[in-house]
């Protein structure tokens, strides 16, 4: 066991002999201008080996000492290329884990030798060839707004194909301002840089200052956009401001072009409404609810609106409409006082007597009819509604319409006349149908009548029935000779007899009436 202690030590004391010494730190200039800071190895011949890290592994290039300008340490002091040899023999050296780096000309960059950048606290920036994406400064109010912008801006970025990446706090280490970001972008070759500043601005709208540092410019690209403080996540996106900002950033060409490419928003109108009583759902003529009261929405309207709301409880309607005035850059206020309504739609068409049933695919055999023409239709049901006009020898009409609270909604109706021949004699047999269900339905609901008679009749003939039958029984009790009451009795049990047999046959024919009707009612609606 002990000689298998000592196999892993001498293994391990092997291993770490093998690995490369880093160097101290030197920045280093090529000839071509280029600036990159490595670890100093050593010299060997007409070579000098640099260390940096490649993919977080440490790794060694030789780069000929023709391509150098100068190379300093970290205290700025020269150092000499002209020492023969500072590292180990050749043999070693080829021990050491390194990326053969022949730089065919003074155009290729140092940066070749560290493609993953750490600083001295050791923490890694792999930035290079990606455009950094630094948080924007805000004002608190301006969070949930700036990081909604910030989310576009990052895909505008990406779209662009500019591999935007988004660096930590650790990785910034306090790095905020535009000076301080340039130079690390500068040191670890990023594509770029891109950093923004939103406040607030005059005329109730906020400003977003945009700079975006390019590794091919000396100086950084700047440009800047307003968007309406009320809603400014939709005014960025729906006007070209922020888009065309971004492509000024970029060197492209903008859609439009508008003087220190500060966009204005769209137009925005806000209008205040509240009602008595509250809840009440608010709406535009014509339009859908927009919100229950009190509440404020955006419009785009000027000059005027009429709004009107209501309120449904207990089966009862309360409405009431207003006009608003817009105030242009303001927010416009009404107040509604809601009263009880009874909103109806009169129905007239030309010609008169047609047939108005709710607006369905198919009219079926029990759908009943809403009235005849002219017709006023009472209804609780407000905003959009359609119903179907039928009348024999014109086309069926649907119409669509909108109820309001407080108006008397009209509709005047022109009917157009069936001419295709096909058509005509369609609809003929659908009206004959129809008249038939009608027939039918109206002879199985007479049919009930006679039903309720012969019920009757049937049950006041069991009555007497039951009395002839009580008279028969006393008539069996012995009696002295025929006297005058036993004949009296034997009397009213004929006539008891007599009566029930009369009611029974006038209940048994209301039934057979009943039966008839409710037989020849289905054979003519089925």
């Known amino acids: ?25 030197v920045d280093v200039e090529l000839k071509s201008g280029l600036k990159q800071r490595a670890k100093f190895v050593g010299i060997h ?70 493609t993953t950048k750490q600083d001295s606290a050791g923490i ?61 972008a500068r040191e670890n070759q990023v594509k770029g840089a891109f950093f923004g500043n939103v406040q607030a601005a005059p005329s109730d709208s906020i400003l977003i200052e945009l700079t975006y540092f390019n590794e091919n410019n000396a100086e950084p690209e700047e440009a800047s956009f307003k968007v309406s403080s009320k809603n400014p996540l939709a005014s960025a996106v729906a006007s070209e401001a922020m888009h065309n900002a971004l492509l000024k950033l ?23 409404v509240e009602t008595e009583p509250e809840d ?48 242009p850059g303001d927010t416009a206020k009404a107040s509604v006082k809601l009263q009880k309504v009874n909103p109806a739609v009169y129905v007239v068409t030309h010609p008169e007597g047609a047939e108005i049933y709710p607006d369905l695919d198919t009219i079926k055999t029990f759908t009943s009819r809403l009235g005849v023409t002219p017709k006023a239709l009472q209804t609780k049901i407000l905003g959009d509604a359609k119903i179907k006009i039928v009348k024999e020898g014109y086309k069926d009409t649907t119409v669509n319409f909108y109820v309001m609270p407080t108006e008397k909604n009209k509709l005047d109706i022109n009917l157009t006349p069936l001419t295709i021949p096909a058509e005509i004699e369609a609809q003929q047999e659908w009206f004959k149908e129809q008249r038939n269900k009608k027939i039918g339905i109206t002879l199985m609901g007479a049919s009930v009548v006679p039903l309720i008679f ?25 009696h002295v000779g025929n006297g005058t009451q036993y004949e009296k009795k034997k009397q009213e049990n004929k006539d008891m007899a007599n009566r029930g047999d009369k009611k029974l046959i006038i209940g048994m024919s209301s039934f057979g009436l009943a039966a008839g009707l409710l037989v020849t009612g289905i054979i003519f609606t089925f």
């Not at 072009?257 to 500060?262: G, K």
């Not at 012969?454 to 012995?478: N, W």
């Open 250 to 272: 970029l060197g492209k060409e903008v859609k439009v072009t508008v003087p220190d490419t500060i966009y204005k928003s769209p137009t925005v109108h806000y209008v205040y």
């Open 124 to 184: 890694v920036k792999d930035w290079k060839g990606k455009t950094l994406f630094i948080p924007f400064n805000r004002r608190p109010i301006d969070s949930s707004f700036t990081e909604n912008l910030q989310n576009v801006l990052f895909a505008l970025l990406d779209e662009e194909r500019l591999n935007p990446v988004k660096p930590n706090e650790t990785e910034l280490d306090g790095c905020t301002e535009p000076s301080c970001i340039i130079k690390e």
């Open 454 to 478: 012969g019920s009757i009749f049937t049950y006041l003939a069991s009555k007497d029935y039951d009395k002839a039958k009580d008279i028969r029984e006393e008539l069996k009790t012995p």
């Open 1 to 25: 066991m002990k000689k298998f202690f000592i196999l892993i030590g001498l293994i391990v004391c092997a291993l770490y002999a093998r690995m490369p010494a880093e160097g101290e730190s």
């Open 280 to 327: 009440a759902l608010l709406s535009k003529t014509g339009e859908e609810p927009i919100c229950r009261t009190p509440c404020s929405f955006a419009t785009q309207d000027t000059g005027s609106i009429e709004v009107f709301a209501y309120w449904d409880v207990d089966e009862h309607l309360w409405a009431a409409t207003t006009k608003i005035h817009i105030i």
């Open 45 to 114: 011949q007409d070579t000098i080996l640099l260390g940096g890290y490649i993919k977080n592994q440490f790794s060694v290039v030789r780069i000929p000492k023709s391509s150098f300008a100068n190379i300093k340490s970290k205290d700025g002091e020269m150092l000499s290329l002209e020492i023969e040899e500072d590292i180990a023999p050749e043999d070693s050296t080829d021990k050491v884990d390194s990326v053969q780096a022949v730089l065919p000309d003074s155009s290729t960059q140092i940066a070749e030798i560290d």
